[in-house]
C-alpha cells in the first residue's frame, strides 16, 4: 500500500518515539498506518495480452479515395504507415526510401472494421454441440463467466472476417440467455495458437447483459424467477444492491487495510462495472425496456456503454444522446420476434440525425463478412426517407463508432497518424454488394492479399480439407 506525505510522517514519529515512550500507556500511543496489514488487492486482469503484431514493411498506398473514419473523405488521396502506426494521410504524401508502394487507383482505402458484437470463437463453425459454448444458461447471473475463456482461436470465422469484410478488431459476447452473462473480450483478428494472443492490448473489459424475452423464456421455461420482464428487473436490482456492498467492503480494505473480504468472482466483475472498469454492453430490443435500464443504472451509480440490437433505439434518440449511451444496431433485421416487431430500416440513420452515438454490428458469422453492404442498406433506406448522408459519415459507423464504444478510439478506428495501422484496401466503392477486400493490415502487417494465395488466412483446423485456403 502506497503511504501518503502525512501518514508516511505519522509512521516515522511512532517509530522514533517508541523506544522513549516505553512507559506511554497502549491508549497513548499514535496509530500507524504502517501497522495495518497491506492490501492485497486481486488482480484486474489475471490474463493478459500476449499480443505481439506481425512483422510488416513501410507501406505508401496512394491514388486512392479515402475514408478516414473520422467523417472525411480525401479523393486522390495517399496513406503512409510504418512500424506499425499510420505515419501521414492526404492528398500529397512523399514515400521514403525503401517503402513498398501501392497504386490504388480506382480502389478505396478505410480504416479496419470494428464489429462491437460478435460470438466468434465462442459459437465457432462448424456449429456443433460440442463447440457450443456461449451461453452458461445454468442461471440468471453469471457475471463470473468470461468469453475469453471459450475463445476457439481456430474458428475459421475469424479468417473469413478478416479476408471478405476486412474485419481487424472485434469485440466476442456471451450469449444473451441470462441478465447477466459474464465478460466480453477485445481482439485483434490475427492468426494466433491462444486467446491471449488476439486480446487487444489494454482494451477494457465489458459486461454482456440481456434485456426482455430472452432471460424470461429460458428460465421461465424452467419454472424459476426471471419469467416476467418486472422479473428480469428485479434480480437485475438486487443483484447490482449486493455488488454495491461488495464494491463498498473492498474499496474500504484497499484504502484502509485489515481483514480481506471474501472473493467473489462475479461480484468482482460488477464491481469493476461500478467503478468505471468495465463497460455495460446491454443486449435490449425495445424502447421502453432500455429507458427503464438507463433509470437503474442512475440507481446504482453505474452507465450503459451500449444497448445492442435495439432495433427500437430511434425512439429513444435523444434519451440515449442525453445518457451518453451509444446503440448499435443491425441493418435491417427486425420481426423475427414480438420485441423486435417495431424495426425499421432508418433506424441507424435517424440516431446519426439525431446525434447520438450509433453504429452496425453483425452478431452473426455470416453478417460480419458483410457489414460493410450492411452500412450500404442503412444509406439506401435513408435515402428513401430523405435522410441524406455521406458515404464518408457513414463509415464512421463501422469503425470510430464501435472504437469508442470499446474504449479503444485513442488506438484504432480510424486513419489518424500515431494510430495502429489497421487498414483496409478495397477493390471498389465499399458500399457496392461487388466490392471485396483487395488487402488487409493489421498493425501494418498485411495479412491478406487478394492477389497472393500465400497471403490468405487459413485456421489449424482447416488445414489439409478440401478447398483449404478458398476464400468463401
Not at 473514419?69 to 479523393?75: K, L, S, T, Y
Not at 455521406?390 to 470499446?406: D, I, N, Q, R, T
Request: aromatic residues 8%; proline residues 7%.
Amino acid at each position: 500500500m502506497r503511504l501518503g506525505h502525512g501518514a508516511r510522517a505519522l509512521a516515522t514519529l511512532a517509530a522514533v518515539a517508541l523506544p522513549l515512550g516505553a512507559c506511554a500507556t497502549k491508549q497513548e500511543r499514535p496509530k500507524s498506518a504502517a501497522a495495518k496489514a497491506p492490501p492485497e488487492p486481486y488482480a484486474r486482469d489475471p490474463y493478459p495480452s500476449t499480443y505481439r503484431p506481425y512483422p510488416g514493411v513501410p507501406t505508401l498506398v496512394r491514388n486512392v479515395v479515402i475514408f478516414d473514419g473520422e467523417g472525411n473523405r480525401i479523393d486522390n488521396g495517399s496513406v503512409l504507415f510504418a512500424d506499425g502506426k499510420i505515419v501521414a494521410v492526404g492528398a500529397a504524401v512523399e514515400a521514403p526510401a525503401g517503402a513498398t508502394v501501392i497504386d490504388g487507383q480506382g480502389k478505396y482505402l478505410t480504416p479496419g472494421v470494428v464489429d462491437i458484437h460478435s460470438h466468434l470463437g465462442d459459437y465457432p463453425s462448424p456449429q456443433v454441440q460440442a463447440l457450443s459454448d456461449g451461453n452458461e444458461a445454468t442461471a440468471p447471473v453469471t457475471a463470473d463467466v468470461w468469453a475469453e475463456h471459450s475463445v476457439w482461436p481456430q474458428d475459421p470465422g475469424f479468417g473469413r472476417a478478416l479476408a471478405n469484410g476486412g474485419v481487424t478488431t472485434l469485440q466476442i459476447l456471451p450469449g444473451s440467455a441470462n441478465l447477466m452473462g459474464g465478460r466480453s473480450v477485445v481482439l485483434k483478428n490475427v492468426y494466433a495458437r491462444t486467446m491471449q494472443a488476439m486480446k487487444f492490448p489494454g482494451a477494457p473489459y465489458g459486461l454482456k447483459m440481456a434485456c426482455g424475452e430472452n432471460p424470461k423464456r429460458v428460465y421461465g421455461s424452467k419454472n424459476q424467477k426471471p419469467s416476467t420482464r418486472m422479473g428480469n428487473v428485479a434480480v437485475d436490482r438486487q443483484t447490482w444492491a449486493k455488488a454495491v456492498a461488495y464494491k463498498r467492503k473492498w474499496d474500504k480494505y484497499e484504502r484502509d487495510g485489515g481483514d480481506m473480504p471474501d472473493r467473489d468472482i462475479a461480484m468482482d466483475t460488477l464491481r469493476g462495472v461500478l467503478s468505471g472498469e468495465i463497460l455495460v454492453q446491454n443486449h435490449c430490443y425495445r424502447a421502453d425496456e432500455m429507458a427503464i435500464v438507463l433509470d437503474m443504472a442512475k440507481e446504482f451509480g453505474y452507465h450503459v456503454t451500449a444497448f445492442h440490437h435495439a432495433v427500437e433505439a430511434y425512439k429513444i434518440a435523444d434519451l440515449l444522446k442525453a445518457n451518453g449511451t451509444c446503440a448499435a444496431v443491425w441493418a435491417d433485421w427486425y420481426g423475427f420476434k414480438m420485441e423486435s416487431y417495431d424495426g425499421i430500416g432508418e433506424n441507424l440513420a435517424i440516431l446519426e440525425k439525431s446525434g447520438a452515438c450509433a453504429m452496425i454490428h453483425s452478431d452473426d458469422e455470416n453478417g460480419i463478412q458483410r457489414l460493410n453492404q450492411e452500412v450500404a442498406k442503412v444509406l439506401s433506406s435513408a435515402r428513401h426517407a430523405g435522410i441524406a448522408i455521406a458515404p464518408e459519415v457513414a463509415w464512421k459507423w463501422l469503425s470510430l463508432g464501435p472504437a469508442k464504444a470499446l474504449g479503444i478510439d485513442r488506438q484504432t478506428g480510424s486513419l489518424r497518424p500515431g494510430k495502429m495501422a489497421d487498414v483496409v484496401l478495397w477493390n471498389g466503392d465499399p458500399f457496392s454488394v461487388y466490392t471485396r477486400p483487395d488487402r488487409v493490415w493489421i498493425d501494418g502487417a498485411l495479412l491478406y492479399d487478394a492477389h497472393d494465395p500465400k497471403r490468405r488466412p487459413v485456421s489449424d483446423f482447416e488445414l489439409g480439407q478440401p478447398g483449404a485456403g478458398d476464400v468463401k
